[in-house]
């Protein structure tokens, strides 16, 4: 595989790991200590900051800034200029201390669309989709499709992307195939793998 790809106005401090085949493109900023995974494109503008984790395939779009606390699981799709935070209660003259930070994880497979807002401290978890512009304020459950201000769950989708209909617990997606149950807010893949994330 070849070695990642820095555009030569992207800034990488030194102490920063960045994955073999992932592309860095104009004006990105990687801090030192964080952590790009392998096959990931970073659009414009992205800031990576110190102890962000970024795992593989993940996509970022233009204009996103990934702050110290968050942590994206593999095939992440990150829409432009969604925003991440990692203080509850910033104040301008009360710097926070990095250990008071309010951690974020993105669970494999999750979907932010554009101008997405995550406050921080909550879970999104496996292959949940987050509607364009939606304001996240609690965990969000596995496969959950959440929309509006704040993000409230308004149905289900498969790891494929396609809308999931439920009859007495049970769903099989019309795109893919793949058979999937639900228990409450729980949906999970019928031959008993785990989605991860929030459950």
């Not at 702050?67 to 925003?83: A, K, L, Q």
């Not at 997606?173 to 149950?181: A, D, E, F, I, N």
């Not at 639900?182 to 994330?197: E, F, H, L, Y």
């Amino acid at each position: 595989m070849n070695e990642h790809y820095v555009h030569a106005t992207a800034v990488i401090d030194d102490g920063a790991t960045i994955g073999a085949g992932t592309r860095i493109w104009h004006f990105c900023h990687v801090m030192s200590d964080a952590i790009v995974g392998e096959q990931c494109v970073l659009g414009q503008g992205v800031f990576v900051g110190r102890g962000a984790r970024i795992g593989n395939r993940v996509k970022i779009q233009n204009h996103v800034s990934v702050y110290d606390g968050v942590v994206i699981e593999d095939n992440v799709f990150c829409g432009p200029s969604c925003t991440f935070t990692n203080v509850l209660r910033p104040r301008a003259a009360f710097p926070t201390d990095p250990e008071r930070y309010a951690p974020t994880h993105v669970c494999r497979g999750a979907t932010l669309g554009a101008h997405a807002t995550i406050v921080c401290g909550h879970t999104l978890g496996a292959y949940c989709f987050v509607g364009a512009g939606a304001v996240v304020t609690a965990d969000v459950p596995a496969h959950a499709l959440v929309h509006g201000n704040p993000a409230r769950i308004h149905g289900y989708v498969c790891a494929c992307g396609a809308s999931l209909e439920f009859e007495e617990g049970r769903s099989t997606c019309p795109r893919c195939g793949s058979r999937y149950t639900k228990d409450g807010t729980v949906v999970a893949p019928a031959d008993g793998r785990s989605s991860g994330g929030v459950r």
